[in-house]
């Protein structure tokens, strides 16, 4: 069964400053990969994805991510975050699951983001 | 935009209570999905439905039903609300195909059960 791990639970930056949230994926194929960002008490907005081709992808609010094939990871980044980033953020894998017998799209446990002034 | 939207922000039910969890979607998506949000755990999820009055099971549908008499609507069901099902329950939808994992989701309901 597919897996995804964010090892970060919580991290906080300085306003401006850049920002890497890390994800790492179990799954023997190329999966489809998501990341999701959630603003206290609402639900998860879709940030960009990946599907297939260029393995740098951008998504809405300036984010972006990169697949790395060799490091089952697909990192999201920003260079510059704003006190509105504040939120939790989630990376998720879609993919076949045999014991599942359908596409199923497995989330990690998200990390938190604080923004300080 | 697809638009997702569930019945209640915030939900008190007491033990033992019948609860319903409704959910509409405007896009025409085959596929929908309820998951629950629980601190450290992520998302887990309860049923998913490919079509009409079709259901699957997912990783958690102890204690859960669902209901979908209609393409738009997705109803989940606690037939006994137990203090162990307070969560936060998001509903989410998916078009057909490779797009099945690229899912939109609602605001989420808070369901307390005491």
């Known amino acids: 069964a597919q897996s995804v791990t964010q090892p970060d639970i919580h991290i906080t930056v300085s306003e401006g400053a850049s920002l890497e949230l890390r994800c790492n994926y179990s799954?023997?194929?190329?999966?489809?990969l998501f990341w999701y960002v959630q603003s206290p008490g609402q639900g998860l907005q879709l940030l960009l994805k990946?599907?297939?081709?260029?393995?740098l992808v951008q998504g809405i609010k300036g984010f972006e991510a990169e697949f790395k094939r060799s490091q089952s990871s697909f990192n999201l980044r920003k260079p510059s975050v704003h006190w509105s980033d504040a939120a939790e953020y989630f990376c998720?894998?879609?993919?076949?699951?045999?014991?599942?017998?359908?596409?199923?799209?497995?989330f990690g446990t998200g990390t938190r983001l604080t923004i300080i002034p | 935009d697809v638009k997702v939207t569930q019945s209640s922000r915030y939900l008190v039910k007491r033990t033992g209570e019948k609860v319903f969890l409704e959910c509409v979607q405007d896009?025409?998506?085959?596929?929908m999905f309820w998951y629950r949000q629980d601190p450290g755990l992520g998302l887990r999820l309860i049923y998913f439905?490919?079509?009409?009055?079709?259901?699957e099971k997912g990783d958690i549908p102890e204690g859960y039903s669902v209901s979908r008499e209609k393409k738009e609507r997705f109803s989940l069901i606690l037939e006994s609300a137990s203090t162990n099902q307070t969560s936060m329950y998001l509903c989410?939808?998916?078009?057909?195909?490779?797009?099945?994992?690229?899912?939109?989701f609602g605001p989420g309901t808070r369901l307390t059960v005491t």
């Open positions: 989410a939808s998916s078009a057909p195909g490779r797009a099945k994992v690229e899912q939109y």
């Open positions: 799954y023997g194929a190329t999966p489809y």
């Open positions: 990946y599907f297939s081709g260029d393995t």
């Open positions: 998720a894998v879609g993919a076949w699951e045999s014991n599942f017998g359908n596409e199923k799209l497995t």
């Open positions: 896009m025409d998506h085959e596929n």
């Open positions: 439905s490919y079509d009409v009055k079709m259901k």
